[in-house]
Every structure is written in C-alpha cells, then in structure tokens.
C-alpha cells in the first residue's frame, strides 16, 4: 500500500506533538522512523493506525483518504516493544487470532499458521504458551500474527527494543528478509539508528515534532541536512572551533574579521581521518600532527583518540594495522569535512592532497 501524510499536525492539549509533518511511503518500502526519544515516532505511528486522531492535515492509503477510517477498516498489523502476545492463548491461537476474527475456514487458517509458523522458524511450539518463549521467539509470534492476516501496511514500534544485543542484530536480517518475501509496506520505529540504516529502504528523522530529513539511509549518511541529522547518524568528530586544518583553510561562510561565526559546526566522520606514524614524513604536508591519547580495542578496530593541541579527534584503525600506544606521535590526515552554518552543509575535500607529492604508499 502505498501511504502519503500531508501536513499532518497533533496537539495534546495545548502541546503542540506534530508539526506539519509531510511524508510518502513507497508500496513495499521498508522506512525507519528515528529519532530522540519525546520526537514524536509513536504518535505519527499510532496516527497511521488510526488509535490516535491528527488535529489537522490528512492520512492517504492508495491516494484514498483514510485519515478517520476504523482501525479495523485499515488492513494494518501492528508489533510493538513489549510484546503483546495473548498470554492465555497457545502461540497457535495467537497467530490464528485475526484470521479468525475474519472468520477464514478453519483448514485454511490451520494451513496459514503452519506456514508462518515453519516461516518463522517456530515448528513445533504450536502448543506452548507465551511465557515458555524466549524473548525472541515471542516477538517472532507477534510477526506471525501481525502478518496472518495479510495487512497492507506494517507497524512495527521497536519491536526489538526488549531483546538482548546479538539476538538483536540477528533478528534486523531477519526482517529484512521477512519484509523482502512479504512485500508489505513497512514502517518501523526504532532508537537504534545502526539497525535502521542496515534494514530500511528510506529514513525518516524526527525531532522535536518535525522531519529533519527524509532519505536513504546513503544519502542521509553522506549529505546529511544539518549537523543534528549528521550526529545522530553514525559517529562524527564535532568541532565549533578550529585553527585552519591543513588542507582546509578557513571558508568565508564561516569566519569573519578572523572570527568564527556562532552557529558553526565542523563535522569530521573517523573514516574520513587516516592515521600514520610520524615518520611518514611526505604525509606532512597534507595532514596534522598529533598524538595518540588514548587507545581502546573494539574487537575489529582501534578506537584511537588523537590530540592535535588545536583540536582533539577520534578515529578509527585496522587490527590489521600498527598498533598505537598512547603516547605515541602520529601523522593523521582528513580527507574531507562538512561545515554546518545556520544555512549551509558545505562537503570540503582536503586541498593539500592535490599536492603533485604521492600522500601515501
Ligand atoms: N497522549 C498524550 N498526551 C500528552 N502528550 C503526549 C501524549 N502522547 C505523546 N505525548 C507527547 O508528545 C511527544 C511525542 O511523543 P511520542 O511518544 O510520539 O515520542 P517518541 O518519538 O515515540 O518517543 P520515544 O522514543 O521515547 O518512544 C512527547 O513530548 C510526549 O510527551
Ligand atoms: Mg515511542
């Protein structure tokens, strides 16, 4: 189902919760919804499902109007943080509870279970309850019942909130997959922006009531529209002050009389710094010196983090690579960074690299 919010506005009282939020959803999209926490995720979710009115602007499934329709008139299925199962019900009766409020034969839904059941690698649980379940397990019955009855659209309000880390990351693949076979149009609240830019087809960032931006998660990542969008999106060193970088000279958008202008914000992503040791000396003259600080191992990489004396930055290293003691000297260089002005994202390359002297071996 195709889905389009137009001016969409919700107060609770006389707090203004939604603010003229514009969005479509492309039939069989999956989109993220993210953003902090008070943004506003949930009421534009319950909004689409109808548990909650918009006091202006209207819903569209299809280009039809649905702004006031019944929610069961909607064809929608819901997953929710905790996890909703019908406690007294097997996990059978649970995934079969919408087909039989549609009053499907009974061979049929017995076959549909079974299916979404074997589909959701639940075989054999048919006659357990929900508290013999792991957590995972029991979300998965509440996709089987949220997709049993074929819903055009997919509600899911951190589903995965409630489940430990590596079964969570397990679980966002899966989904992906799920939603690839069933072809369902998707929208899926979730905190944690690493899951929505793996799983969503589109993201959409919201704060303070309003889209921040809407995109896919690549161009989010890469053209970020402000510097809220970039820091909640993947890690960034921010600065808001800085002697000229090597490589980045001071910008006119930025600075006048040789002040920096307020509301400035330099963005520097860690895969956009190189680290080397000292003594790669024609590295010099794209790059800064500085020195190790500190050095913490995440298992794949180094997280160093590295004092120029004008600013202090963090950045990434290979295991592969030299290992770093703090303490050390380093010659680092910034191939790119992204300046934020209250008008502008300005992308800058580093202009020293163009230096007819090779930058690296
Ligand atoms: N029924 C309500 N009455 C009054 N205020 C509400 C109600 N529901 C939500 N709000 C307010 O609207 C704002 C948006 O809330 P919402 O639940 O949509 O945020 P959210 O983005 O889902 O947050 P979280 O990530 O914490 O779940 C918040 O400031 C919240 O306090
Ligand atoms: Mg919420």
Redesign the pocket.
Known sequence: MHIEVKNLNKN??S?H?IKDVNFSITKGHLVGLI??????????LRMLSGLESPTTGDIYFDGKLATHLPVQERGIGFVFQSYALFKHMTVFDNVAYGLKVLKKPKEFIHDRVTYLLNLMGLAGNERKYPHQLSGGQRQRVAFARALAPEPQLLLLD?PFAAIDAKIRKELRLWLRNLIDEFKVTTLF?T?DQDEAIEVADEIIL?QG?KIEQQGSPWEIYTKPASSFVASFIGESNVISQYTPLVGFPYLDEIQQDGKWLPDVNVLIRPEAIEVRPHDVSHLATAGEKGKVTHVHFRGDSWYLEIDTGAIKLFAYQSVKEKIYQPGDDVNILIHQISVFTKTENIVIENQAKQDPLPVFI
């Open positions: 609770f009282g707090f919760a953003g902090p926490s008070g943004g506003g995720k949930t009421s534009i951190e609240v905190h919201v009531g």
